[in-house]
């Protein structure tokens, strides 16, 4: 029994190694969420652009949204590929990033899509905290992350995928296999 107890408290500490040594620096939060954050707006644009010529009503908001998706999803995305990535080969390197900078972007940017949603929708809800409230703002916030992923992820496609790839590419050759 003691030794499994030692076994467990190795391998939580080195959980927590793992994860202290994934942390991104501040200068690399600093300057790549906002340049993630750009090119997900500007994949967006692009693809608005090659659909209807960009001709809508909710332009900027849609890019703002992208935007604030690709900002806030930089920090997440580099802190769980780097704890994938670590003492990992190149390809496995590059399937952590591509996963998680995959994953995080469109998450956070559903998720922030549900609470605009959610804001238009308030107006018509059950008073905060009650059985009522709590049920309108589960389904409304998850039909506004269905409809995000039907709608939205095709802003993604064609620059975004191809960002997503660079990215991942340019990740795995910064994170060394040496991290063993």
């Not at 707006?41 to 908001?61: D, K, P, Q």
């Not at 930089?74 to 591509?98: C, D, N, Y």
């Not at 039907?150 to 496609?157: A, D, E, T």
């Amino acid at each position: 029994m003691i030794s499994s107890e030692r076994q467990e408290t190795g391998t939580v500490s080195a959980m927590a190694a793992r994860m202290r040594a994934s942390l991104p620096s501040f200068r690399e939060v600093l300057f790549g969420a906002p340049v993630w954050g750009v090119v997900m707006a500007l994949s967006a644009l692009v693809a608005l652009y090659l659909r209807n010529g960009a001709e809508t009503s909710h332009l900027y908001s849609i890019l703002v949204l992208f935007f604030l998706g690709g900002l806030v999803s930089w920090p997440f995305a580099l802190l769980l590929g780097r704890f994938g990535a670590i003492g990992r080969g190149r390809e496995t390197r590059f399937a952590a990033f591509f996963l998680c900078l995959t994953l995080c972007t469109i998450a956070i940017t559903a998720v922030l899509f549900a609470l605009d949603y959610r804001i238009f929708y308030a107006r018509w809800h059950a008073p905060f905290g009650t059985g009522l409230w709590a049920y309108q703002f589960a389904f409304t916030s998850a039909s506004a992350i269905y409809q995000f992923i039907v709608m939205g992820i095709r802003l993604y496609l064609p620059i975004g995928f191809s960002a997503l790839a660079l990215a991942s590419l340019w990740l795995t050759w910064r994170t060394p296999e040496q991290q063993r």
